[in-house]
């Protein structure tokens, strides 16, 4: 962890963070909407979660990304738990904009006012057991564009306050993230990004814009670990067993798209160069893609941390494996 190219900056804030970030959706555990519809990825065991997060910050892992609302609040409480006064060893970013019930833990609806803002914030600030967010991310992805200039300065009136360091957008929309970006405190884009689904268009706009891209389901939801299979079901309580409209690469009750595994099935000899695993060689591409990029893989044990935090030490493909594997995918 010690070389530059092991830290990233996220944009224009200045703040430093290891390369590789921890994604905190799956060990908020079990929670729902209002129709049953699991939103989380099953059972978690909080004991293991907090070994796993030990381990990472061991391992140098300086990052960690959650929201409000995974698990209904239970992802923070578990994190700012693990943390504890290693707290400010970290940057701690989280989100709001969905409204959810914590003692039933379901999702209940969004809200995009100001004010739900400034109350999802000191709710956040209480779970995670802290006096600041250093990242703080809008989680409607599709939000009008007319609140979210208002919510942006609401973010700016939040960093005057000490409240937050910096803000971010969660979408895949260039032109919501470029209306985030006119904010000075703007620091980065979370978007989607794996390496079989590129990103070009908000590749190209964090580097104009000096944004950091901060991506998520750098995995696939899993896919990219290879160890996902075709007529395998998943855990009932698991998003991935009943996928939502919006979810790519599982198919209801019958585990993973045949189509994704064969797609991985062809990248497995060069994502696993160098010893790497597929988990490893897929954060690998990220870092190749473009040098502002920091995946946030989840996680949900020990042995998952540390294989994600070893591909730190292996580094980023090289230029000739990304063209290669542009040309296995027919890109
Ligand atoms: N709208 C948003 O803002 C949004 C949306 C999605 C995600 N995110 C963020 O992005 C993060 C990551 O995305 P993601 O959770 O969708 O999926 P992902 O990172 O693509 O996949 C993570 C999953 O892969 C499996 N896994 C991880 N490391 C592994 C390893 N080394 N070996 C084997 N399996 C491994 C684990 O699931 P199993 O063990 O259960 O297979 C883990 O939960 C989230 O945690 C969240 O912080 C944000």
């Not at 942006?152 to 032109?175: H, K, M, N």
């Not at 590749?203 to 000096?210: K, P, S, V």
Request: hydrophobic letters at 40%; a negative charge.
């Amino acid at each position: 962890m010690e070389t530059k190219s092991n830290i990233r900056t996220l944009g224009r804030s200045g703040i430093d963070v290891s390369a590789l970030g921890f994604g905190c959706w799956a060990i908020g555990g079990e929670w729902q909407d209002a129709s049953g519809q699991p939103l989380g990825w099953g059972r978690v065991d909080d004991e293991e979660t907090v070994r796993a997060v030990r381990r990472a910050l061991d391992l140098g892992v300086t990052f960690f990304d959650t929201a409000d609302t995974y698990g209904a609040g239970h992802s923070e409480r578990v994190l700012g738990r693990a943390l504890g006064k290693r707290r400010d060893d970290v940057v701690l970013a989280t989100k709001w904009g969905n409204v959810f019930d914590e003692d039933t833990r379901t999702l209940t609806g969004s809200d995009d006012s100001p004010e739900y803002a400034r109350r999802a914030l000191t709710a956040s600030l209480e779970r995670l057991g802290t006096d600041h967010v250093d990242l703080y991310q809008l989680h409607l992805s599709d939000a009008d564009l007319g609140r979210a200039a208002q919510l942006r300065d609401q973010c700016e009136e939040f960093v005057r306050e000490g409240l937050i360091r910096a803000y971010a957008w969660s979408t895949d929309d260039p032109a919501r993230a470029a209306v985030f970006a006119e904010g000075e405190h703007c620091a980065a884009v979370q978007h989607s990004a794996n390496v079989l689904q590129d990103a070009p268009e908000m590749f190209a706009l964090c580097e104009e814009l000096g944004l950091a891209s901060i991506n998520r389901s750098p995995l696939a939801m899993g896919l990219l670990t290879g160890k996902q299979a075709t007529g395998r079901a998943l855990e009932a309580g698991d998003i991935r067993n009943t996928p939502p409209a919006w979810m790519q690469g599982f198919k209801q009750g019958d585990g993973a798209d045949e189509d994704w595994v064969a797609r991985v099935d062809a990248l497995r000899e060069i994502l696993t160069s160098d010893g790497r695993t597929p988990a490893q060689g897929a954060l690998a591409w990220l870092w190749a893609r473009s040098p502002r990029t920091i995946p946030i893989p989840g996680f949900r044990s020990v042995t998952q941390a540390e294989q994600n935090a070893g591909a730190i030490a292996k580094g980023p493909l090289t230029a000739g494996q990304l063209v290669e594997i542009d040309r296995v995918l027919g890109r």
